[in-house]
């Protein structure tokens, strides 16, 4: 059973820098990538990053392209997203998540599953 568990989310300031982290287990060698995902109630899901968990490839969402960076560590099936120069309208739940099948660069468009979610406030 996939099992993912975020970290990492608090309140900052904008302009500042904040790193979230991501715990999967139960991935099946199926489960070829992780993401990341943001929920602002009343909006749509966005998709902010996501990771090959085979060769690394990373992809972007729009709004966080050269803030944002993605990282793995392919040992303990983890994965960060560094987030740097934060805005008030960056603030949301975090939600990591993976695809039953990698999709390569459409894992911003949609995701299999997802954890509980981690809060990001970012206040002006």
């Known amino acids: 059973q996939v099992h993912l568990v975020e970290s990492g989310g608090a309140q900052v300031q904008a302009g500042g820098s904040l790193r979230l982290s991501c715990a999967a287990s139960?991935?099946?060698?199926?489960?070829?990538?992780l993401g990341w995902f943001r929920q602002v109630l009343g909006k749509e899901r966005e998709g902010l990053a996501c990771?090959?968990?085979?060769?690394?490839?990373?992809y972007f969402g729009d709004s966080v392209k050269g803030r944002f960076t993605i990282s793995r560590d392919k040992a303990t099936n983890t994965i960060d997203l560094q987030m740097n120069d934060l805005k008030p309208e960056d603030s949301g739940v975090y939600y990591c998540?993976?695809?039953?099948?990698?999709?390569?660069?459409?894992?911003?468009?949609?995701?299999?599953?997802r954890g509980q979610g981690t809060q990001v406030a970012v206040s002006s």
């Open positions: 998540v993976t695809y039953q099948y990698w999709i390569g660069r459409r894992c911003t468009e949609r995701y299999d599953y």
């Open positions: 139960g991935l099946t060698v199926d489960y070829l990538g």
């Open positions: 990771i090959s968990l085979v060769d690394g490839t990373t």
